[in-house]
Every structure is written in C-alpha cells, then in structure tokens.
C-alpha cells in the first residue's frame, strides 16, 4: 500500500485592504429596494404613508452606522 503524501506546503494569503469595503455595499441595495418600493407604490397606487416615517428613521440610522464603516474601513490595519 503507498502511503499518504502528507507534506504539507503553508501558503500565507496576504490581507486584501479594500476587502473591508464590501459591507458598504448593502447601502445601495438598501437604496434599491426602497425605489422599488417607491415604483411600485406609484404603479399600483398603494398608500405609502406607514412606510415613510420608520423608513426615515432606518435611514437616519443608516447614515451614521455608514459612517462608522467609513472610519472602519479607512482605518489603518494594526501590525502585530
């Protein structure tokens, strides 16, 4: 019976900096969905006027949870 090869190389993945970019990504499709939303409420002429007042408040909350992200993602990366 031949035996398992079992040597073993270490491949050190460097850390991609801007990986830390992509959560900024769920603000557009939060947008998204919103104008669809929107869209569909001026097709089908649904009453939109629940919706507003927390949606605003989702968004006012939005903007400072994106600037923290912002500050998270800029910052510099510590070296151990």
Known sequence: MEPLNSDYEVVVREPNPRARFNW???FPILGGLWLLYLLLAAVFQFPVTGAVDPV??????MFFVMAGLLFWALAPRARH
């Open 24 to 26: 900024l990504y769920v």
């Open 56 to 61: 605003m408040g989702l968004m006012l909350v």
